[in-house]
């Protein structure tokens, strides 16, 4: 306890956080997230290679580990990650007000891989064969083709429909009414952009 996390959280654990299994280290869950936030808020060597999180902070609450730990337990969290922008569009702040429990696949619609896509809008690139803009959509991990076009505007115009339906019938199958809510806003988006 008398070292701060990142320089900036506070343990205050009344219990081991950690131990040493046979198949190897055994760490809290609730631990595991709280260290995983303030990794990607307040590491600068995560930063770098994430550079999404540059600019992310954790609310003053949280940043003691038994109030994040209380909140935690009152979430439906196992085996989803937190997610901090769902709820609302772009926040930065780790909050119980914008954070939420999510599948990965939720999580991972929302990410816009800037740093991999290159030079053309999301979800389209040229096809060097044809010379035509190729706009595609991943829908459950795989790879839908949505046609080739003249132009990276009309493949992405195609691109944004697609993702924007597809976050409508993702928003609809949830529980959650702030996860539905929040993925129904990110949509608007999407239509928005076409």
């Not at 937190?82 to 772009?90: L, S």
């Not at 979800?123 to 803009?133: A, M, P």
């Not at 991943?138 to 083709?145: E, L, R």
Request: charged share 30%.
């Amino acid at each position: 306890m008398d070292k701060l996390v990142y320089g900036i959280g506070v343990n205050d654990a009344d219990y081991v956080i950690s131990g040493q299994t046979v198949i190897g280290r055994d760490l809290c869950p609730y631990y595991a997230k709280w260290h995983d936030m303030l990794k990607r808020c307040y590491s600068d060597k995560y930063q770098e290679k994430q550079t999404r999180y540059i600019g992310c902070t954790v609310c003053e609450d949280w940043l003691t580990f038994s109030n994040f730990r209380s909140w935690m337990k009152k979430q439906d969290w196992y085996g989803k990650e937190i997610d901090k922008d769902i709820i609302k569009i772009g926040n930065k702040i780790y909050s119980p007000e914008n954070c939420c429990f999510v599948d990965e696949s939720i999580n991972s619609l929302l990410v816009s891989c800037n740093s991999k896509r290159g030079n053309y809008p999301q979800g389209v690139n040229l096809d060097k064969q044809t010379g035509k803009y190729r706009s595609q959509i991943s829908i459950n991990g795989k790879q839908k083709s949505l046609g080739r076009y003249d132009t990276p505007e009309e493949a992405s115009r195609v691109y944004n429909n697609a993702k924007g339906n597809h976050l409508i019938n993702i928003a609809n199958e949830q529980d959650n009414e702030r996860i539905k809510n929040g993925l129904l806003k990110h949509s608007k988006i999407y239509f928005d952009n076409k």
